[in-house]
């Protein structure tokens, strides 16, 4: 089961991976989110959910409110997560998710959280509709 918090393991740092999340991910629009995601299978290691989080600096041009922004979408990843590790180790794959904010306000946690929650259950929901064996 998925723990509560969001290690540097579940975050996606390396320029590399990154590139290639973008690259073959398949991106779909939850507002104020543009989520792009990836699933892995990959033997060697373990079964991971890392996420990227992402706000632009054209959208917000001081810092302190694009670490709040940034701040809000952590938090409500990691209160939303469980289902999709569920998903995840029932599968034995992993996935990469790229959280890019699109929206030119601060929303409020709540609505985060929603818009978040369902976010994940739309990747869940392409996950399940392309590998119709999986449920």
């Not at 939303?80 to 599968?91: F, H, P, T």
Request: glycine share 2%; aromatic share 8%.
């Amino acid at each position: 089961m998925a723990k509560e918090g969001l290690p540097k393991y579940e975050r996606i740092c390396k320029e590399n991976d990154i590139q290639t999340l973008f690259d073959k991910g398949v991106g779909v629009s939850v507002y104020p989110y543009r989520v792009i995601y990836r699933f892995r299978h990959d033997e060697s290691h373990p079964v991971t959910v890392r996420v990227l989080v992402s706000v632009s600096k054209k959208r917000f041009h001081h810092a302190v409110n694009r670490n709040r922004v940034k701040r809000l979408m952590r938090e409500a990843w990691r209160k939303n997560k469980a289902a999709l590790y569920e998903i995840c180790e029932r599968d034995n794959i992993s996935v990469d998710v790229a959280l890019v904010y699109t929206a030119t306000v601060i929303h409020s946690y709540e609505e985060m959280l929603a818009k978040t929650r369902k976010a994940v259950q739309e990747i869940i929901k392409k996950y399940e509709s392309h590998h119709p064996t999986a449920r």
